[in-house]
């Protein structure tokens, strides 16, 4: 959530950790409010914030895809 009120185009970093063997894996993330987008490593996704809930999906927007975050 805090990533989205960040300016236009800040590079962050996502790490995930496999739960089967430790290892993390760590990939750059680009936030642009300016089209709404966040690009994790090759993968780019779309973010909307209304009110309380963040919806994030695909470019292609398929609702299989869609993921809702409500705080």
Do not use: C, F, R
């Amino acid at each position: 959530m805090i990533a989205l009120l960040l300016p236009s185009l800040e590079i962050l970093e996502l790490e995930k950790k496999d739960e089967a063997d430790g290892e993390k894996e760590s990939k750059p993330v680009t936030v642009n409010s300016d089209n709404q987008s966040l690009t994790m490593g090759d993968d780019t996704k779309y973010y909307k914030l209304d009110g309380n809930q963040l919806t994030i999906e695909d470019g292609d927007h398929n609702p299989n895809d869609m993921v809702v975050l409500t705080k």
